[in-house]
């Protein structure tokens, strides 16, 4: 069964502009969600897509936002990027919001 | 609110030997789950294992082993032997259930392991 996966794996924007990012979750897992990694911050929870609906979010700011689509695959946006949202984004899907999550290899964000 | 603390930043070992890395949990919620994962250096976490907090039994899986203590409130992890490949960043995580939050995880920094030969 395939894994995880993000696209792109890497990308680097400019302030001001916004970013797209996808992710593909395992086959049958209806719950996306995405994490931040920065060395500052560490690891933190984005937000959490179940049946296309956004059930869980973090503290984060209206700039992120996310969908899901009916075959689970989700995308998350970052409009008017800043230097501080250069991060590793990382997906994760699992079966359901009690089951344990499994990641994508992430896509690395640069914000020149 | 709940905080996960890995006091350990970064060990080092030498291949073979043993190596215990320390996770301390908070939580209000008596229903919760625990989670260890590891980082290589390609970046991608790989999941280990998980606990819910009924389940106090440790758990061994090969050369990895996991000691559940809700009485402090830790969740360590050893590894038997260590090898090479074993070093990475391994993270351990919280996520509670009774908030409704059960898909959230709280992540501790980290603890980078080297394994030298």
């Known amino acids: 069964k395939a894994g995880v996966t993000q696209t792109p794996r890497y990308l680097i924007k400019t302030r001001g502009q916004q970013v797209t990012l996808s992710c593909s979750p395992i086959s049958g897992h209806r719950s996306v969600s995405w994490y931040q990694q920065t060395p500052g911050q560490g690891l933190q929870f984005l937000f959490e897509?179940?049946?296309?609906?956004?059930?869980n979010k973090g503290n984060f700011p209206g700039r992120f936002s996310g969908r899901q689509f009916s075959n689970s695959r989700s995308e998350m946006n970052v409009s008017t990027l800043e230097l501080g949202d250069s991060a590793l984004y990382l997906c994760?899907?699992?079966?359901?919001?009690?089951?344990?999550?499994?990641f994508g290899p992430g896509t690395r964000l640069t914000v020149l | 609110a709940q905080k996960v603390t890995q006091a350990q930043t970064e060990i080092s070992v030498v291949e073979k030997e043993d190596v215990t890395l320390d996770c301390v949990y908070e939580?209000?919620?008596?229903?919760?789950?625990l989670f260890w994962y590891k980082q290589p250096p390609s970046g991608e976490l790989v999941f280990l294992i998980r606990r819910n907090s009924f389940d106090e039994q440790n758990e061994i899986s090969g050369r990895y082993s996991w000691n559940f203590q809700k009485s402090t409130s830790s969740f360590n992890f050893t590894i038997t032997a260590s090898q090479v490949v074993d070093s990475a960043v391994y993270f351990c995580?919280?996520?509670?259930?009774?908030?409704?939050?059960?898909?959230?995880?709280?992540f501790g920094t980290g603890t980078r392991l080297q394994v030298t030969l």
């Open positions: 994760a899907s699992s079966l359901g919001d009690r089951n344990e999550q499994f």
């Open positions: 897509y179940f049946s296309e609906t956004q059930r």
């Open positions: 995580a919280l996520s509670e259930v009774g908030t409704g939050t059960a898909s959230k995880l709280t």
């Open positions: 939580t209000r919620d008596t229903t919760y789950y």
